[in-house]
């Protein structure tokens, strides 16, 4: 089936630092949503984007958090600076429409963050 | 906001048996998704509904088409390879797709 991937599926960095995580979507799929998860914890929403712009966020996107897709390219996560309770798995997904038989959400494997 | 409430939390099955995850909504949800969680943490799909039922082998779930409240997820002749965490997620937003996600249900099945 559609595939959704993720890079890097792991990353350790030192607070302060800043992170890019970077998702390539399926292919001809127009919305884009990041989700985070704590070990052990249900999956929180954090954003969605389309056509280039976030179309609703969640308390948890805080401030130092960004996203964009510059021309097509990886649909990307920036934390900048992090902080230590950014440590989580971060989920990509992507979806054709909303709602409906095709909207349908794909998930990537997860980006692990570790936070030090 | 829109609460999704999946029960039971815990479940031990022994191999051979059936038996049913149920997740309710607080609200009208337009879809559900059903995945299943393994231990290495990849999230599988199940099952995308936007009304009705769907079956997949062993597994088949219904999505109430009336009022749209609640969900369920029916396992059949479990099998040692259906552990993991199920979660419901469903979306209710009414402009924009926004999966919430239930807080899941961990699953072992025992010999």
């Known amino acids: 089936g559609p595939k959704v991937l993720q890079i890097p599926s792991h990353q350790i960095i030192d607070m302060g630092q800043m992170v890019t995580l970077n998702c390539d979507p399926v292919?001809?799929?127009?919305?884009f949503y990041w989700y985070k998860q704590i070990l052990g914890q249900q999956m929180e929403f954090l954003v969605n984007?389309?056509?280039?712009?976030?179309?609703?966020k969640s308390k948890l996107f805080k401030d130092q958090f960004s996203v964009e897709r510059p021309d097509g390219s990886y649909f990307t996560l920036k934390i900048q600076p992090t902080a230590l309770e950014d440590s989580a798995v971060y989920f990509c997904a992507s979806s054709l429409r909303l709602g409906g038989d095709t909207g349908q959400l794909y998930f990537g494997e997860g980006s692990k963050l570790t936070v030090l | 906001g829109d609460q999704v409430e999946q029960s039971p939390s815990a479940l031990s099955l022994h191999e051979g048996t059936d038996s049913a995850l149920r997740c309710n909504f607080t609200?009208?949800?337009?879809?559900v998704q059903w995945f299943r969680q393994n231990s290495r943490g990849s999230l599988i799909s199940l099952f995308y509904?936007?009304?009705?039922t769907k079956e997949n082998g062993r597994l088949k779930s219904a999505f109430d088409s009336k009022e749209r409240r609640y969900s369920t997820l029916h396992i059949r002749d479990a099998q040692l390879e259906d552990s993991g965490t199920y979660f419901c997620?469903?979306?209710?937003?009414?402009?924009?797709?926004?999966?919430?996600f239930g807080q899941g249900t961990s699953l072992s099945v025992v010999p």
């Open positions: 509904l936007a009304s009705g």
């Open positions: 984007f389309y056509n280039g712009k976030v179309m609703e």
């Open positions: 292919s001809n799929h127009l919305y």
């Open positions: 609200t009208t949800m337009r879809s």
């Open positions: 997620a469903a979306d209710g937003s009414s402009s924009f797709s926004k999966l919430v």
